[in-house]
């Protein structure tokens, strides 16, 4: 037992505090905030961070929970010294060690000293609506170099002394379209992080500089053995899987591969034979070092998952290392187009998922739909003006079969934190007609627990005409897998003017221009299937029979018995032939079955054409 | 005796206790009385409650003149299940409005999530071809003859009630009345629902939400009230039984009959408006409420009145019904304390509930609770909990604390002190967010501890709060029942309006708001009571064109500058910006109509000058890091004006106050502890 912290109460009583700060900065930054993307979609988030540059402290409810895992050792680096009041700002992945991942997310981050000594930063970040670049909104995946997207704000302070900076407050507003909202959302940023600052000096007045600052170790090392003891759980070894981006226009399928590495509680996350950077904006940019959050999510879900309890905070992910080959789609060269990088993050996702399922069988639920696009309309504005633009629905699709139970159906997990729109709002800001906004029956992959179903969306354009964008469509090609039995899900289609005589299937489209009457249709990717086919529940198929979710003698393939479960070459089900640590042993994977496609893909050469 | 009736009856059903409150709405004298709930019987109770109070009073039943009733029956119809077999029927496309929902899930960073399943199975939600479009114009016409089909099979499938939810029906009800009509005429006997009627406002899932449950918990609760009113025929009370609603106020057992949705947060709700009512009273309108019981502690916001939620949580589904905003802790007196792997204490938010409950309950319980560590630090007296109906088991506490103490390689005694002050910082953690989003600036805030629990623990989460002032009401266990007492009967009455600023006539606004106010007003009428006075308020939901998120504003005039500018304001009050170039537009308007009930008198004091507040003992207790000697008072035996020092313990039926040091209480003329920290 490595912690020595006073009364036995003393440290939770602490971790409590920090946690109310932390969920006040968040309330006050969604209270304050002016755009939509901060009031309904919640995209920012609010984190304490020490000054080696750990998060030690980030919330669980309100806002974009990933942030726990970054390091802003970089960025407290490039804001060195510390003074008292000054606030600094920057959205520049690579002078900040991949902290910000692509340009619409503004970072803030502000000093707290207490008579003259620094106790901790208090940090945030708000996705801005727009920050200038080529297309609304900053981000269009077809962007080839970050200059396409926008401004880049290397560390720079925007107050001074507790004085905004008007020089760079002009420069920041004069390259947005929307310079009164952005504005609007840094300034609720800003009353964020003084409220944590007000929130912190008063703790020390109750409990002492030195009881608290040595608080955040503790909470770091608290986190820190709590998941080692998850990770020894984990049996050693090396474990592999690839799975692939189908990209954006001419990138055509990139791979993304990683090792995972388990010795004792140590992990590590190697992401060698990945893709080498893309031209276009699915890039992340991560630093290239740490165990960076988007390449740890479904680490930090399966210790949040084995305990609920555990200690939320940068200390969850020090025992994980990574390597991140340069030039790579997860280690870009500076200049790389990133805008879209949450699409990749999905695949991430599904890769170090299929590692730990070879791990750690019976635990992990096969494939989600690994998707999280969101569809926006623009039509023209009355008065013709600029036009008016609506998100019209999130395209998620279902979850993974998991051991002991269906998938969610209509739902993925990764994407659960966010709201969808009730259609009766949207007619009412947009000329369209809904026309479907429901589950797709017999998406999923069957099993003995089967994914959960996708989604279908249909929708008419009522106005002369419309432009449709969607950014991520993903597994339009290859499915999300099943396991250990289970069958691939469903794959996402898009269908102009379905069952018409001019019927077209646009795919993975960027663009759309729509005209008065066109219809467009969705269909989302199920999740994989978990467990033998033929073990499942007959109570279970009669409910989803008389619901109408999985009907008999549906012929799909993801119900029949087309594909076979063997896994493609490139999924790691193949000892390591060089590399790797002699001492550990290679498993044998468990089954997975990746669908016909993407056996006929790897057959055909696969990432390497 | 006389037989004027001047008695009101408060009835709170809880899930472990039924408490009944008598009030002389003349003299002020009240009695409080908790009997076990009965669940599978809860009108039982009810019963046995008023007739033990009536008894132990020596008054007739024919002086009730009121009966006021707060339940969670609703909720627990919900999460049992238990409610009238329910089909839905949708507009073509939106069979899976209610599964989808709002699209989030409970909880996340979780493999084994799960979706809360939908009240109606895919298999009792049917579509049917009609489509209105935003602006309340017919794009197609409802199939009758698919209508009939679809309402014919739900019914074989088991459906005894039907909820009808077609697109835009707020703006046009021409379909769901055409459907309640062929319905009813061809399929009599079954209970049909339109959403219209139930929540006349846009977005499909929560007013498919509310018809649902109107449907679902609608016969379940009337069945309810009937065996209520049967029940206190039988011991001869006649009075009229009103039911209390979760946005504060009462009204008629019809009127809950015919809208259940609004009583489904009713009991915590009456607390609440208990509390804001008094606080009214003793010039403290800003105060936060802490109700704290055996499993959760329920928190809110006070200023001049209750802070209310358009979004509220019942059995897991999200609810667009306004309601008092009260967000529960899971901490309460039965929270359970542990010691993480890493050998940190924690505390719940696992609860020994009522069944075994706190280790000193000696029924079982094994695990060390609060209250176990209330007890061990000399706050409870062990022969006085709950009037002593209850002997309270030291060594089993202790036992069970010291289990705990060889973890963490403390005392018993150190531990419960740990576990009091994690308890007091998780109380924190929940309390300050909550605070900030309503935008409580603490200094001007009171804390109005009430609950088994809350006038034990009360003042030191005060402490950690850095709140100077708290406020420990005369009866802190029976507060749900007081606050249907005091309640007005009170209803809003809304329409979907839909009108760009430009477009708004004074003359024409001011004629929706009358036809509004005449509904209200015969609806006031028919609740079978006599008011005082009737008033009604105006508002209207207003918002930027084009925007989705309404803000409510008060109407006084019907001019549309004013309007303008009152929209403004109080956009700049909640939100901290405005844009007063921006174009606006009305939503709904809304009448919120109160019919005022007679005022019942401020009781005597709890003791008179002769009484003097004699402190009848003391008793070591815990406070910051050592034993100090506690004065301890019965609560019955303090005199007005008499002033209090901490340490100090006050003992009640109810709870026990613990007063730390530094505090100064007096008790003033109605009976109240008003509390300051005078450090």
Known sequence: ?609 | MTDRPTLRVGVDVGGTFTDALLVDEVSGRFRLLKVPSVPDDPSRAVMDAVAGLLEEERRAPAEVRLLVHGTTLGINTLVQRKGTPTGLIVTQGFRDMLELGRGRLPSIHNFNAVNVPPLVGRDMVAEVRERLLASGEVRSALDRAELLDKARMLVDRGAEAIALCFLHSYRNPVHELAAVELIKDTLPGVFVSASHQVWPQAREYERAMATVINAYIGEPISRYYAKVKERLLSIGIVAPVVVTRSAGGVMSVESARQSPIETILSGPASGVSGAASIGGKIDEPRIVCLDMGGTTADVSVVDGAPAYSFETTAAGFTLSVPAIDIVAIGAGGGSVAWVDPSGVLKVGPQSAGAEPGPAAYGRGGVEPTVTDAYLLLGYLDSTNFLGGKIELDMESARAAMESLASRTGETATEVAAQIIEVANSNMYAELMPLLSRQGVDLESFGLFVYGGAGPTQGFMVAEELGIRRVIVPKIPGGMCALGGLLSDVRSEFVKSYFRAGEQVVPSELEDEFSKLEQGALSWLDSQGLVFESRSYVRSADMRYKGQSFDINVAVGSCAWDELREAFHERHESVYGHSDRRGELEIVTLRVHVIGALPRVADGPPAATAEFESVRHRRRSAWFKGGWRSADVYERGAIAVDTVLRGPALVEQYDTTVVIPPGWEVRCDVSGNLLAEYKV
């Open chain 1, 1 to 609: 037992m490595s912690l020595e912290y006073g009364p036995s109460g003393r440290l939770e009583s602490l971790r409590n505090r920090y946690h109310a700060i932390v969920d006040e900065m968040s309330a006050t930054l969604l209270r304050t905030g002016h755009t939509v993307f901060i009031k309904e979609t919640g995209d920012f988030s609010c984190a304490l961070v020490t000054p080696q540059g750990e998060v030690f402290c980030a919330p669980t409810r309100l806002g974009m929970i990933r942030i726990v895992g970054m390091n802003m050792a970089t960025a407290i680096a490039a804001s060195d010294p510390p003074e008292e009041g000054d606030i600094w700002i920057a959205n520049d992945p690579w002078t900040t060690g991949g902290m910000s991942t692509h340009l619409p997310d503004v970072f803030l981050w502000q000093p707290v000293f207490v008579d003259g000594e620094l106790l901790c930063y208090v940090w945030n970040f708000v996705h801005v609506s727009d920050i200038g670049g080529r297309v609304p909104g900053s981000i269009s995946p077809s962007s080839v170099e970050i200059f396409e997207e926008g401004l880049i704000l290397p560390p720079t302070r925007l107050y001074k002394r507790h004085e905004v900076n008007e020089e760079v407050l002009r420069i920041v507003l004069a390259n947005t379209r929307i310079p009164k909202q952005t504005w609007g959302d840094i300034k609720a940023a800003v009353a964020a992080l003084n409220i944590g600052r007000r929130r912190l000096i008063e703790m020390v007045d109750r409990y002492g500089m030195e009881a608290l600052r040595s608080a955040q170790e503790q909470l770091l090392g608290w986190a820190e053995e709590r998941a080692a003891l998850l990770i020894d759980k984990i049996p050693d070894g090396e474990y592999r899987f690839t799975d692939y981006m189908e990209g954006a226009g001419l990138q055509g399928p990139f791979g993304i591969s990683v090792a995972l590495r388990v010795s004792g509680s140590k992990l590590q996350l190697d992401f060698s034979g990945t893709s080498p950077q893309v031209a276009c904006a699915y890039n992340i940019p991560t630093g290239g070092r740490g165990p960076h959050y988007y390449l740890t999510t479904a680490i930090v879900t399966l210790l949040r998952t084995w305990d609920k309890n555990i200690p939320y905070n940068g200390g969850l992910v020090r025992n994980v290392s990574v390597y991140l080959p340069e030039g790579s789609v997860v280690n870009p060269r500076p200049g790389a187009a990133i805008g879209v990088r949450a699409a990749t993050m999905h695949r991430i996702y599904d890769v170090v998922m299929g590692c730990l399922a070879q791990a750690l069988p019976g635990v992990i639920p096969a494939a989600g739909a690994g998707q999280g696009p969101v569809v926006v309309v623009s039509v023209p504005a009355a008065e013709g003006k600029d036009r008016k633009v609506s998100v019209v629905q999130p395209l998620r699709g279902g979850s993974g079969g998991r051991p002991h139970c269906d998938g969610i159906d209509g739902i993925d997990i990764t994407v659960g934190s966010g709201r969808n729109i009730p259609t009766e709002v949207l007619e009412q800001e947009m000329p369209l007609l809904i026309h479907k906004y429901g589950l797709r029956p017999n998406s999923a992959g069957y099993g003995e627990f089967r994914g959960g179903l996708g989604l279908e969306l249909e929708f008419e354009v009522l106005c002369e005409e419309a432009k449709v964008a969607c950014r991520g469509l993903e597994r339009y090609r290859l499915r999300p897998w099943g396991l250990a039995g289970g069958r691939p899900g469903g794959l996402g289609r898009t269908i102009r003017n379905r069952g018409g005589d001019q019927e077209i299937d646009e795919g993975r489209f960027d663009l759309l221009s729509l005209k008065r009457g066109d219809r467009l249709y969705f269909a989302t990717p199920g999740g994989g299937g978990y467990g033998d086919p033929s073990r499942r529940a007959e109570s279970k198929i009669r409910r989803d029979l008389v619901e109408e979710r999985f009907g008999d003698g549906v012929g799909t393939s993801e119900r029949g018995a087309g594909a076979r479960s063997e896994p493609g070459r490139g999924a790691g089900t193949t000892p390591m032939e060089d590399g790797g640590s002699e001492s550990q042993p290679v498993r044998v994977m468990a089954s997975f079955d990746l669908g016909s496609e993407r056996m006929a893909f790897d057959a055909d050469g696969g990432m390497h054409d």
